[in-house]
């Protein structure tokens, strides 16, 4: 609901621009890109329980504040002429709140979706793992569906205030039972219970990195202890830590083409939902059109088992991108067309057919890291990933701060297009890379020489 919700409201507190919504934007993803891989290595540290308190008390509460926040900016329209120094004060604890709700947000991303869905499904058959995580994603893709209808309908219907309000009191009132659900899972699973004794008593990939470095150096020369202490140091700085981990990963590539995705206002996130606002299209269309989009996102989670059952993983993400760039065709089309009203329709049709890729595309990849990712490597990875993916995310709010007329809309349109486009082809390279080949030609030419055969039949008779 907030993630729907927060761009309305920055264009409601600041009309035509969007500014506010922009620079929200880039104080979260700027928060998750320089954070992400430690809350990886935080994960990875503290006990599962420790992680589930602090995340779910965190998240809410901060969630709370942000909405409370909005309410009172929303509540005296004024603010920013008749008492600038508080307006500012309240924009700022808005953002960090907001901040702080998806660093928390992605330590029980990363401790759900990279941790614990791996440990239940091992020794399991295969394709388990892939059904749960396509149950998930769809878990996640029907909460992005009710949500931002709701929230829709209460903007337009009620007013502004009252979803900000609403926010707040659900974010109270579900923190409990969002534990008990959790503990539920983590207490009914004995290979949960046996993982957590475990991982809290082994060395952090970090640690097992400046180890090795400790290890391989001439312990007595000065010179080799100086090197040694200085790499001491640098192998202590959690960011750095953390990415020469991700980098030595072999799904580095898919990862990296994943992460350019996020390079984009072509989503119904806060810059594209500002837009659309101002265009005149209601709050409740918006919502609707994103209830769409979430729909097909579900579909995508039903295809995408099936799909990857009969063409494997690899070939599901290529497809699944490909497919994305395909449609989002319509939106780039939207650019050249002269009434508002129905560019924006179009818009939204290009955004909501392309998730069907989109989240396939996600889940091929995803798997991919589960399947090659380390035990030892696995939350850390998943941080840095999510690192990764934000700072993309955050590029494209910059654009938005630089490009803020929504009149200028196209321009990051464009941009957003052109990084679709180039992740399509790094992830085809990590294809020909690891499978020689894109396309059978041999079974190609062995289906037209089948096609061909009866009428070679016909002519002999």
Same mark, same amino acid.
């Given at each position: ?7 309305? +409201? ?7 621009? /969007?500014?506010?919504?922009? *620079? ?12 992400? $891989? ?17 995340? /779910? ?6 969630? *709370? ?8 900016? /929303? ?6 002429? #008749? ?30 979706? !990279? ?9 399991? =058959? =295969?394709?388990? /793992? %892939? ?15 009710? &949500? ?17 309000? #609403?926010?707040?009191?659900?974010? %109270? ?5 969002? +534990? ?9 699973? $004995? ?6 004794? !475990? ?5 952090? =990939? ?12 001439? $312990? ?33 590539? =898919? ?6 995705? +996020?390079? %984009? ?7 594209? %939902? ?8 209601? &709050? ?20 995408? $088992? *099936? ?8 070939? #599901? ?47 091929? *990849? ?68 690891? !499978? ?26």
């Amino acid at each position: 609901m907030w993630e729907f919700s927060v761009g309305l +409201y920055m264009i409601s507190i600041w009309p035509d621009s /969007l500014l506010l919504a922009a *620079v929200y934007g880039v104080v979260e993803s700027g928060s998750i890109f320089l954070l992400g $891989p430690t809350i990886g290595e935080w994960v990875d540290k503290l006990s599962y329980v420790k992680v589930l308190q602090l995340w /779910l008390i965190t998240q809410n509460f901060s969630f *709370v504040v942000a909405g409370a926040t909005v309410f009172g900016m /929303l509540a005296y329209p004024d603010l920013k002429s #008749t008492n600038s120094g508080l307006f500012i004060m309240l924009i700022i604890v808005t953002n960090v709140s907001g901040a702080m709700g998806m660093l928390s947000t992605l330590a029980g991303t990363i401790l759900i979706e !990279r941790e614990w869905v791996v440990v239940m499904s091992e020794g399991q =058959p =295969p394709g388990l /793992l %892939t059904q749960m995580n396509s149950v998930i994603r769809r878990i996640d893709l029907i909460c992005k569906l009710f &949500a931002p209808v709701v929230s829709g309908f209460i903007i337009s219907f009620v007013s502004l205030r009252v979803s900000a309000m #609403t926010l707040a009191v659900l974010n %109270t009132t579900c923190v409990w039972l969002e +534990y008990w659900f959790f503990m539920s899972v983590y207490k009914g699973i $004995p290979a949960l219970v046996e993982r957590n004794l !475990r991982r809290t008593s082994r060395p952090s =990939p970090v640690d097992l990195l400046e180890s090795s470095l400790i290890q391989n150096e001439d $312990p007595g020369s000065a010179e080799s202890s100086q090197k040694r202490n200085l790499r001491e140091k640098i192998s202590k700085v959690p960011f750095i830590g953390a990415w020469k981990v991700y980098l030595e990963q072999e799904v580095v590539l =898919p990862g990296v083409s994943l992460a350019l995705l +996020y390079f %984009t206002v072509l989503s119904f996130g806060s810059l594209m %939902t500002a837009t659309l606002e101002w265009e005149g299209v209601p &709050a409740f269309v918006i919502g609707i059109a994103r209830g769409i989009s979430a729909t097909i996102g579900i579909a995508a989670t039903l295809v995408y $088992p *099936v799909l990857q059952s009969r063409i494997s993983t690899l070939r #599901t993400g290529l497809w699944s991108v490909w497919s994305q760039w395909i449609f989002l065709f319509l939106c780039v089309g939207s650019i050249w067309v002269q009434n508002g009203l129905v560019a924006a329709y179009m818009l939204m049709a290009g955004v909501a057919t392309s998730r069907l890729g989109l989240w396939m595309f996600d889940l091929a *990849v995803i798997q991919q890291m589960q399947d090659e990712v380390p035990e030892s490597d696995r939350c850390v990875v998943g941080g840095v990933q999510n690192s990764l993916q934000s700072f993309l995310d955050l590029m494209a709010y910059v654009m938005g701060i630089f490009i803020s007329k929504p009149q200028d809309f196209w321009k990051l349109m464009l941009l957003s297009f052109l990084a679709v486009t180039i992740s399509a082809i790094l992830y085809t390279l990590h294809v020909y890379r690891v !499978r020689k080949h894109l396309i059978h030609f041999e079974k190609i030419a062995l289906l037209g020489s089948l096609l061909m055969r009866p009428s070679s039949d016909a002519g002999r008779s």
